[in-house]
């Protein structure tokens, strides 16, 4: 067995990578979620330890302190970060790992483990992401604007990822994600073992 | 639109890779099977056009001088070869091509066409593979034991392939293999005209 293969997807607000990845990790076996460690209030509907670990600035600073987190970013006062352990754990274990971070933090993950393969989730148009934008109702028409904007120059660096998967259909991203997920397993890279262990038994078969 | 992606399927006889290939290009859109041109006299239940092109030697010699083939061999007195033109216009079309050659054949493709993907089908074991080739029942002991050896030279280079496909369940081994086409269809490089398809109404958006 080979090690596990970090994903990094990101995308938009709007473009619909929260329900494919929800979507990916009920299908999708030997592959876990990286759970974020944050320090904002939880809010209601929320439950510790399912998308977030909820703890205090003091525990989070000691933590970065530490060097646990992979990347970490600040937000109105609030930290965000992605925790090493887990993540090599899960690799070690032999399975595989998906992060969810924003463009920024995927750079930074890029640059400390370059062999980390990463996801873009495109919405189809503009016009479809306002839509589902403004289709939540519960934000009003500026923020929806300035989501919009950082939407755009998410997009522009869509080139820095390894692959671009559209959210034009649920289904077929979904079924486009898990084609990834899937094919890097099926790399020589992870696969090499099953030469050995074919061949294993040149020597002592029976001819 | 981008252009096809060109992807070479190799593996030892009786590793199922015809059936597997059979299942893949009923199952998958916009994939074409590269028919190969041969000079040997058709067998029964053979078809012109399904799986061979069949030529005549002189033809083929004649082809051959005028560069048309991407890869050939010669065996038994006979010639295989890989034609260039009908590669070369699915591509074009944006559609994928299926080349089912041997691990020579792929390394000759690999050296006249670095971007090409090349995946490797892979017996669970020497003891099914064995099982496999003696249940077609038409062939002496000898020429299994011989197709064996072949069959141990090829997975020893199993590792110059992209991808390592096994096929211990028909359904999983042609699974994995629809993944692979459908991830490097999700490429950044396949994808990058729709970060521009996006971001053209970026100017004249209704803000």
């Known amino acids: 067995m080979s090690k596990g293969q970090l994903f990094i997807v990101s995308g938009p607000s709007g473009s619909g990578k929260d329900t494919i990845l929800k979507e990916v990790l009920a299908r999708c076996p030997r592959l876990e979620f990286s759970i974020s460690t944050i320090t904002r209030a939880m809010r209601k509907g929320e439950v510790e330890g399912e998308k977030y670990h909820f703890i205090t600035k003091d525990k989070f600073l000691r933590l970065l ?61 503009l016009e479809v992401l306002k839509k589902r934008l403004s289709g939540r109702g519960t934000e009003t028409q500026e923020a929806i604007l300035g989501r ?60």
């Not at 925790?83 to 090599?88: E, F, L």
């Not at 924003?102 to 189809?124: C, T, W, Y």
């Not at 994600?177 to 078969?205: A, H, N």
């Open 65 to 125: 302190e530490q060097g646990e987190f992979l990347e970490y970013n600040e937000y109105m006062g609030n930290f965000y970060g992605t925790p090493k352990t887990p993540v090599k754990k899960c690799l070690e274990s032999g399975n595989d790992m998906i992060l969810e971070v924003d463009v920024n933090g995927a750079e930074k993950v890029r640059s400390q483990l370059p062999d980390v393969v990463s996801i873009f989730i495109m919405p189809p148009s």
């Open 148 to 207: 919009l904007k950082t939407a755009i120059s998410e997009i522009k660096r869509a080139s820095e990822f390894d692959y671009i998967v559209v959210n034009d259909n649920l289904e077929c991203a979904v079924d486009n994600l898990i084609s990834i997920i899937k094919s890097e397993r099926s790399k020589r890279e992870r696969m090499y073992y099953i030469i050995d262990e074919v061949l294993k038994d040149v020597g002592s078969f029976n001819w």
